[in-house]
């Protein structure tokens, strides 16, 4: 059965800092990884996902993240974080013939941006 | 275009009570799962179907039913809740379309439930 770990359950960053958010994933054949966000109290929002090809996936809001095989890691960058991306991360790998069936999520990582 | 709708929003239920959490997509498509979120815990996927009249289950499925009648629908049953499953519960759909399209996985707002 596949797995994620976020070992960081909270992340502090102050505003125009670099952030790194890691994931590692147990997976069998080649993931489907996905990196999402929530504001509290709201729904999901997808930030970017990796299904094939190019390792280096840009997503929205300036974010990318680095999928490495060897590691099995998905790790989510941004260069410079914004007071509004104070929120909580979520990376996920996805399961079935095309990854979509069914997802299993990260236990998640908050991020609290100071000025 | 609704996308995937859920209701209620909000509920309160007593201990014992059942009620069915209420999911549709207007996407025509052939995944449908549930998850509920708890802290610390992530989102844990519950019940899951990959077409009309064909249902499974997900890592913590006790406590719930869930029927997948039409492809439009996947309603979520509890039988007699229970504190523990107070909880915010979110639907999700997708589509079939190959694995190069990279299929996207659409989310409900979500539903806050609570069992006193």
């Known amino acids: 059965a596949q797995s994620v770990t976020q070992p960081d359950i909270h992340i502090t960053v102050s505003e125009g800092a670099s952030l790194e958010l890691r994931c590692n994933y147990s997976?069998?054949?080649?993931?489907?990884l996905f990196w999402y966000v929530q504001s509290p109290g709201q729904g999901l929002q997808l930030l970017l996902k990796?299904?094939?090809?190019?390792?280096l996936v840009q997503g929205i809001k300036g974010f990318e993240a680095e999928f490495k095989r060897s590691q099995s890691s998905f790790n989510l960058r941004k260069p410079s974080v914004h007071w509004s991306d104070a929120a909580e991360y979520f990376c996920a790998v996805g399961a079935g013939n095309f990854g979509n069936e069914k997802l299993t999520f990260g236990t998640g990582t908050r991020l609290t941006i100071i000025p | 275009n609704a996308g995937v709708t859920q209701t209620p929003k909000f509920q309160v239920l007593k201990t014992g009570q059942s009620m069915t959490l209420q999911c549709a997509q207007d996407m025509n498509h052939e995944y449908m799962s549930w998850y509920r979120q708890d802290p610390g815990m992530g989102l844990r996927l519950i019940h899951y179907?990959?077409?009309?009249?064909?249902?499974d289950q997900g890592e913590v499925p006790n406590g719930y039913n869930v029927s997948r009648s039409t492809t439009e629908d996947f309603p979520l049953r509890l039988l007699s809740a229970a504190p523990s499953q107070t909880s915010v519960y979110f639907c999700?759909?997708?589509?079939?379309?190959?694995?190069?399209?990279?299929?996207?996985?659409?989310f409900g707002e979500g539903s806050w439930l609570t069992v006193v």
């Open positions: 997976y069998g054949a080649t993931p489907y």
């Open positions: 999700a759909s997708s589509s079939d379309r190959g694995r190069s399209s990279g299929n996207t996985i659409y």
């Open positions: 179907s990959v077409g009309a009249g064909i249902t």
């Open positions: 990796y299904f094939s090809g190019d390792t």
